[in-house]
């Protein structure tokens, strides 16, 4: 019998079908951060070069843009990469916003990718082991 994971969206859950398989943890481990707290990013995969962070995101909250900079400079030091899967990467960051998901990511120096290219992401985590 095998045990059935805790996603914390449906959204997570789609896309574990497809990571995990390929070779993906799901919420592995906690990453500090200059900000209080801790990080437990969605998805990691472990790399020859060091982990990738996948965080699976419908939507920014409220901050969230504020602790995903903190989060990728605490990565500095550490060989590890945070990279978004986007549900939607042309929705707005917040309501009345110009800049769209995606184009914040590429803003931030963030590799994103969509839930109907994860390939290319697999690819591409495949390459660099």
């Known amino acids: 019998m095998t045990s059935k994971r805790a996603y914390r969206s449906g959204f997570e859950e789609a896309l574990g079908d497809t990571l995990v398989p390929a070779g993906a943890l799901y919420e592995p481990y906690k990453v500090p951060y200059w900000m209080p707290g801790n990080y437990t990013p969605d998805f990691v995969f472990k790399g020859a070069f060091g982990d990738i962070l996948v965080e699976a995101k419908g939507y920014f909250r409220p901050g969230e843009q504020k602790k995903y900079k903190a989060i990728r400079d605490s990565l500095v030091d550490e060989f590890c990469e945070l990279v978004f899967?986007?549900?939607?990467?042309?929705?707005?960051?917040?309501?009345?916003?110009?800049?769209?998901?995606?184009?914040?990511?590429?803003?931030?120096?963030?590799?994103?990718?969509?839930?109907d290219n994860l390939s290319e992401l697999i690819e591409d985590i495949a390459n660099d082991s």
């Open 85 to 115: 899967i986007l549900q939607y990467p042309n929705k707005k960051v917040r309501k009345g916003a110009k800049l769209t998901m995606s184009q914040w990511c590429e803003k931030e120096g963030l590799r994103w990718f969509h839930k």
